[in-house]
């Protein structure tokens, strides 16, 4: 994943690192990544691809065929596409995120939501605090969001929230919430 730098989302970034939320410290960022993988990105989802389908073969071989857990909050595992979105997520997240290493990120901890529009009113609820002094801030980062990829609202896409992953190895003790 290359991080592609756009000027109308490093503004957003820079206001959205350090704000006091009254007495809370917001650092929050807007980051655009391609989604072609090369170099170390492409071995890192060659080696979770095996860890993933070794982990399969493993099911199938320890549990009786009612038993076994295909199913996740992506979708069938068995399925390639499946599992390339939860690595294209690790690949993502790992370069979101450098102090962080989500290659054991497991598919529960993605938790898919409703809908796009509820995840836009959570989004807008918590940074509901910085509209009383910037009465536009939330129009201009939509329309920013809009401008540098897609219109999010006519997009057809499954919203997930990432918990917080126990199983991921962690430099820093911060609980993070992240939308994917």
Request: glycine share 2%.
């Amino acid at each position: 994943m290359k991080y592609l730098e756009y000027q109308q989302l490093e503004h957003i970034s820079n206001f959205l690192t350090e704000r006091d939320m009254g007495g809370r410290l917001l650092n929050g960022r807007i980051e655009a990544f391609s989604c072609k993988r090369a170099g170390e990105d492409k071995k890192l989802s060659k080696v979770l691809e095996a860890k993933i389908v070794e982990s399969l073969q493993a099911e199938d071989d320890e549990a009786p065929p009612t038993m076994r857990k295909r199913s996740s909050s992506l979708g069938d595992l068995n399925d390639v596409s499946t599992r390339r979105l939860l690595i294209d997520l690790i690949i993502t997240l790992n370069a979101s995120f450098p102090d962080y290493d989500f290659s054991n990120a497991k598919t529960e901890d993605v938790v898919p939501q409703s809908s796009l529009t509820y995840v836009l009113q959570r989004v807008n609820s918590y940074l509901a605090e910085i509209t009383v002094n910037n009465s536009t801030f939330l129009d201009e980062m939509w329309r920013s969001i809009d401008e540098v990829q897609f219109p999010l609202k006519s997009v057809t896409c499954n919203p997930s929230i990432l918990q917080p992953c126990i199983h991921c190895v962690v430099s820093s003790h911060t609980r993070n919430t992240t939308f994917l």
